[in-house]
Every structure is written in structure tokens, then in C-alpha cells.
């Protein structure tokens, strides 16, 4: 409940404030577990891709933003969940394969924090492990652009990614590397 009524407001906000063009709503899976993993340009991209999507995001938000007592509170209550950055995070990486078993929708940015250039940059290797632990959908997403009022804003939603073959065996470091370099791969095809 709270979660759609602040969707809403965030919406009219957004459609208020830029341009907005999304290709690729159709390849949302509208069920099972997924991991929506797109580049991370502003911080404005959460709220962006929770509004552009059908079902609730779970997203993993670093850990800094919680520090804030009513902003902590609200992002617990729109199913965010902190992540200390720099090191693997066990606490949350638990949270994000508890999401993903109960089949709802993890939010990731691979990179592990903004890009002040707008470029890529290299994948954090958890995105490979949490693919590879849960074996669920990647959801690639690229955002395109400049935020700024009434500046445009283009998103593309690709095809779900079935890394099935990657899941098979062992856990390695270079399985881990392997898929995190291959989610990546697939979004910078789509910011081209």
C-alpha cells in the first residue's frame, strides 16, 4: 500500500520533471524471481526504474543512506536494504537470495555506486554470486542521458537473461567474474 501511493507521487514527479521514453516494458517478467541490474548514472535511478516497472523493487542501497533516521525509515518501508560497500557484505547478500526465493524482484546496480563520467565501470563481482546462488532472471536495464528539468531521459528494458549454463557446477571466483562481466556486457549494448 505504502509502496504504490509513494509509486504514484514519485511518478507524476518524474513525468513533471523530464522526458521520459521507455522501450522494452514488455520483457518485464511478470513472475518468478528477477534481478533488475542496470548502470547507476544518478541518484535518481531507483525511483526511475521502481516507477517504470510493474512489480515492487527490492533494492540494495548503500548503507550510508540509512544513517538518516526518517529517510532510513522510509526506504525500509519501500523494501530497501542497506549494503556496506568496499567489502563482500554477507548481511546483505542473505537479504538479496531471501528476496529472490520468494520469487519478488532484487534491484542491483552492478557497478556498486554512481558513474560521475556517465561510462561504464567495471561490475562488482557480488552480482555474479547472487545471480549464480539464485539462478534467477537478469533483467538488464540501461538509462540514457542527462538528468535535468525537462531534459530527456531515455530507458531501455532488454530481454531477460537466462544464464542457466553459467549456474551448472562449482562457485568459482572466475564463474563469479564470468557472469558479472556478462550482465555488464549486456548493458553496455544497450547504452550504444
Known sequence: MFYDVVK??????????????????Y????????????NH???????????????????????????????GCILKLLGAFPVKRGSPDRKAIK??????????????????TRSKTGKLQKPEHGI?????KSKAKILPIAIKGKYGLFKPIHIKIGKP??????YKGKISHDKIE???YLIMDEIKKMLS
Not at 531507483?46 to 540494495?60: E, H, N, S, T, W
Not at 537479504?95 to 556498486?112: M, R, T
Request: charge should be positive.
Open 8 to 25: 504514484m507521487l514519485v511518478k507524476l514527479i518524474l513525468l513533471f520533471c523530464f522526458r521520459i521514453k521507455v522501450d522494452g516494458k
Open 27 to 38: 520483457n518485464e517478467p511478470q513472475d518468478g524471481a528477477v534481478i533488475v541490474c542496470s
Open 41 to 71: 548514472i544518478s541518484w535518481w535511478d531507483p525511483p526511475l526504474i521502481g516507477c517504470i516497472l510493474k512489480r515492487q523493487v527490492f533494492f540494495m542501497t548503500k548503507q550510508e543512506l540509512f544513517r538518516y533516521p526518517l529517510f
Open 95 to 112: 537479504k538479496s537470495l531471501e528476496i529472490l526465493k520468494q520469487n519478488k524482484v532484487l534491484g542491483l546496480f552492478p557497478e556498486g
Open 128 to 132: 555474479g554470486f547472487i545471480a549464480i
Open 161 to 166: 537473461m537466462e544464464l542457466n549454463k553459467h
Open 178 to 180: 564470468e557472469v558479472s
